[in-house]
């Protein structure tokens, strides 16, 4: 209830939510002299000096809101260490993958199918744990420990090496060798535990406001974003962690164990080869547990689960870990027999995995392509593959990086060999990571010609529009120039549209690509440029550039990434650009991959949530929460999640919103036309802007009319000079929403709807323990004709 008689009108607030770009409280607010109200220095909500006591004074805004920014940039950008996400990249897009699930219909929810989706996600990005530790083992086991170590010529030239030469020492027995360079592997999947944990303590450890939920929504008909659980994956997050911290420990002990079991075979050794298959029979038994565990259960969402499964978030790494240790200490046993030669047995463990992820990926549109027959959504990406498609993705990026370090470190090994050719002192990684590096010219090839008919396509486009610009403004001569001008800023902007089709080419041509590169490694048992060897002069020149020229450009982009990370580092505005790249891509929790970064809408999400339900409930005033991009987003989640005597006393303002032009298509499941109705008929007062010039925001709800959006807003303001606009107007695209006029008008028009509708409301306090009360609500239907409630189910 509110702590004071509530002033008549009542006092107003407007609670604005900055995008991607991130801006300071000053910028938001229109005045330097800031004071934090509430928050910390990660994400905290500010206020001009002069309104730091607008409660105790709301005489003084009359006819105007309080102004409050809530700035929650430094959770994607707030440190050095967070450039490093970049190499993250591959986790990243794989759990994308799992919220690009398509809608399910009301009546036919498809339990069985969605939970099919769900495992083959959470199975494929746990492949590529395995290819990211696997290809750890390449470096460290196979190319340092085995060829490098194992040749006279290697050690020869690196003194530091030497040890490990043949006639070194103790060290200088294969087995030995693979144990300690097994330690490097082992260290990186531990990394990825401790980076892991940290951000589930600081993310998805902090549990929910306490009863703001709908209670209708823990019924699981209600939008998925409004369920009480949702912003909570504490549990889920464990059990992942644990199941693919031990799957990253099980692919080092495989690693050590095949080659050393196979040696003890063929040595005849009877003691070490019965230890031998007993660990090898212990190894298969821990990867049948962790795929258990990744299987058995996805996330819980219609109440907040604070239980852990313990056995196997503490059992399950511990037992992996001891399995390791022992694999090392069979492995170090002597053997003054063995000596290395060749290469490890790395060609079918990553042909096997590459085959497997595309068999996921199959299975995933097959899944995918059924729910959306069974609830066809126009709008969505790639008529429900998009989850599929990104899925592709996220195998592309993770095998690319993955076999491109392995690239450049044995190139650097070889010296001014090339790796796997006639003359190369080592054998080099396997021959299925050349393959890879030699497809990866043509599909660059490729993606150019389908950037030049986008362009082409845009030209004449541009010369369309042009021709029709000059028409928008009455009263105005035409001016070729700036009517190209303003036609160039919609044609580009409209490109934002053809991106489903262009994540499409590169996924499709990326399947048919990597399905030759595994025919061709499993049939020649050569690099290309050994198999093309004989052949065609031209094919046998063109296989022998390709797999050159692949192996440069993978390195030149890993060479990229890691000089990116670190100018991050050292330069503030560059780490916030990488920021940028994460906040669409680490909005949504860590649902199938906890390797993944952090979701920082499990902080900013709770975060509003309790300051408009605390606000509204102590004051007894109207809130219009206004987001712009990514903001918008953060501002919907919040909303579903209040209460609905709170919802009553919120209005949402939304502008340059990706709402429906990205996230509808995206991810219709959450963000498609059924959830963003039912946000419509439970937020009364919703107003979205946009502009034909903007890359990002569009429409959030086409199909409802003029209720909820209002554009295209004109951009720009004017076409040529005028006594209103002596100087050229900019064309603003993406910013400056607040400068329109619309902005205010309609912020006013929320304001005096909310006044009218608290006026008419149902007066009655909130339930007996500390349940609101539903009755009274007043909405569309129940101030025009009659119709039915909220539809249950729309969010699948």
């Not at 005849?268 to 049948?288: F, K, R, S, T």
């Not at 796997?420 to 497809?439: E, F, K, N, R, T």
């Not at 490694?521 to 046998?540: I, K």
Request: aromatic fraction near 8%; include cysteine.
């Amino acid at each position: 209830m509110p702590d004071r008689p509530t002033p008549d009108p009542p006092l107003a607030l407007e609670l604005l939510v900055h995008g991607v770009a991130g801006a300071a409280p000053g910028e938001l607010l229109g005045d330097p002299r800031t004071v934090r109200v509430t928050g910390d220095s990660t994400a905290a909500v500010f206020r001009r000096t002069e309104d730091a006591d607008a409660e105790a004074h709301p005489e003084r805004y009359a006819g105007r809101p309080v102004p409050e920014a809530y700035c929650w940039s430094r959770l994607t950008s707030g440190n050095g260490a967070r450039a490093l996400w970049l190499l993250l990249l591959p986790f990243m897009v794989a759990n994308l993958a799992h919220w690009a699930r398509p809608a399910t219909a009301a009546a036919d929810p498809a339990p069985r199918a969605v939970r099919t989706y769900g495992v083959l996600v959470r199975m494929l990005a746990l492949s590529l744990t395995v290819l990211l530790i696997a290809a750890a083992c390449e470096v460290a086991l196979d190319l340092f420990a085995w060829q490098c170590a194992g040749s006279g010529t290697c050690t020869g030239s690196r003194s530091r090496l030497g040890f490990l030469a043949p006639g070194g020492g103790w060290w200088a027995q294969p087995g030995r060798r693979l144990a300690l360079g097994a330690l490097a592997p082992a260290a990186l999947t531990g990394l990825l535990w401790f980076l892991s944990n940290r951000t589930w303590s600081a993310y998805e450890s902090q549990p929910p406001p306490a009863g703001s939920a709908d209670p209708d929504a823990a019924s699981g008909t209600a939008p998925a974003l409004g369920r009480p659980g949702f912003w909570y994956g504490r549990r889920i997050v464990a059990r992942l962690r644990a199941a693919h911290t031990a799957a990253g420990l099980l692919t080092v002990a495989v690693a050590v164990a095949v080659p050393t079991a196979r040696y003890d075979r063929r040595a005849a050794a009877p003691v070490l080869e019965v230890l031998g298959w007993v660990i090898l029979a212990l190894l298969a038994a821990g990867a049948v547990t962790v795929a258990w565990v990744v299987c058995r259960r996805g996330r819980s969402e219609v109440r907040a689960d604070h239980r852990l499964d313990r056995a196997a978030v503490t059992l399950l790494p511990g037992a992996a870990l001891a399995l390791l240790a022992a694999v090392l200490l069979h492995a170090c046993w002597s053997r003054p027999g063995w000596a290395s030669t060749g290469r490890l047995p790395g060609d079918f463990a990553f042909g096997v995995l590459m085959l497997g992820q595309g068999c996921c990926v199959l299975a995933l549109a097959v899944v995918a392509r059924s729910l959306h027959r069974r609830a066809p959504d126009p709008a969505a990406a790639l008529h429900g593959l998009g989850g599929p498609a990104v899925a592709m993705l996220g195998c592309a990026l993770g095998g690319v990086m993955s076999g491109g370090v392995a690239q450049r470190v044995a190139d650097w090994l070889d010296g001014g060999a090339t790796p796997g050719m006639a003359g190369a002192p080592l054998p080099g990684p396997p021959v299925l990571l050349s393959w890879q590096a030699a497809v990866l010219p043509p599909m660059l090839l490729v993606l150019a010609l389908l950037g030049v008919w986008f362009a082409v396509r845009g030209a004449r486009a541009r010369g369309r529009l042009a021709a029709a610009v000059a028409a928008e403004y009455p009263g105005e001569a035409p001016d070729g120039a700036r009517s190209r001008r303003i036609a160039g800023a919609r044609t580009a902007a409209a490109l934002t549209d053809s991106a489903p089709w262009f994540v499409a080419a590169v996924s499709g041509i990326t399947l048919v690509l990597g399905a030759g590169a595994l025919a061709g490694a499993w049939l020649s048992g050569q690099v290309p440029g050994e198999a093309a060897r004989g052949t065609q002069p031209l094919l046998e020149g063109a296989a022998r550039a390709a797999q050159d020229s692949g192996s440069w450009l993978i390195g030149l982009g890993i060479a990229v990434l890691v000089t990116w990370g670190r100018r991050a580092y050292r330069d503030p505005s560059a780490r916030r650009t990488i920021g940028i790249l994460w906040d669409v891509g680490t909005f949504w929790p860590r649902a199938a991959h906890p390797f993944a970064p952090p979701c920082y809408a499990e902080r900013a999400v709770p975060d509003l949530t309790w300051r408009m339900a605390g606000w509204t409930g102590r004051t007894g005033g109207r809130l219009v929460i206004s987001g712009h991009s990514q903001g918008s987003v953060l501002a919907a989640a919040a909303v579903w999640q209040l209460p609905p005597p709170a919802r009553r006393r919120v209005a949402l303002l939304t502008y340059g919103s990706p709402l429906g032009r990205l996230y509808g298509r995206w991810f219709p499941a959450y963000f498609g036309p059924g959830p963003l109705a039912a946000l419509h008929d439970e937020v009364d007062c919703w107003r979205n802007l946009w502009r034909a010039t903007d890359p990002i925001g569009g429409p959030a709800l086409p199909g409802a009319g003029q209720d909820v959006d209002r554009g295209p807003l004109p951009d720009p303001i004017a076409y040529g000079r005028s006594v209103r606009h002596p100087l050229p107007a900019p064309i603003l695209g993406h910013s400056d929403y607040q400068a329109d006029p619309a902005f205010a008008a309609e912020r006013a028009a929320l304001l005096a709807r909310l006044d009218a509708s608290g006026r008419g409301g149902d007066p009655r306090p909130e339930a007996a323990g500390g349940v609101p009360a539903q009755q009274g609500r007043v909405s569309k239907e129940q101030a025009g004709p009659a119709g039915s409630g909220d539809p249950p189910g729309t969010a699948g």
